[in-house]
């Protein structure tokens, strides 16, 4: 399985950015597809996670400003973005957790600084 992450770039403080996560194959059946990103200098960190059931969970850095989604009808996730701040600064990767095993998009930078 492959996933193409897409949509990152540079955006102001107090901005809004979508990006997207395609999937090479069906996800109608993954239970857990989720969003991660890494800063500068820092360790990789959980963002936000979707089931099958599309039930949601996200971190408490991004909870009230960050909405994953997913379309099962063109193998896609989302992650809309709302009044980012420069601290979101990070690259951000997509996962899918399939059947035991985590799969890991390539990673899109999203850039928020005025």
């Known amino acids: 399985v492959q996933l193409q992450a897409s949509g990152g770039g540079l955006v102001q403080p107090g901005g809004s950015l979508k990006v997207s996560c395609a999937a090479s194959?069906?996800?109608?059946?993954?239970?857990?597809m989720g969003w991660y990103r890494q800063a500068p200098g820092k360790q990789r960190e959980w963002v936000a996670t979707i089931g099958r059931d599309s039930y949601t969970n996200y971190a408490d850095s991004v909870k009230g400003r960050f909405t994953i989604s997913r379309d099962n009808a063109v193998n896609t996730v989302y992650l809309q973005m709302n009044s980012l701040k420069p601290e979101d600064t990070a690259v951000y990767y997509c996962?899918?957790?399939?059947?035991?095993?985590?799969?890991w998009g390539q990673g899109t930078l999203v850039t928020v600084s005025s």
């Open positions: 996962m899918m957790y399939d059947r035991g095993i985590n799969y």
């Open positions: 194959e069906s996800i109608f059946r993954v239970n857990v």
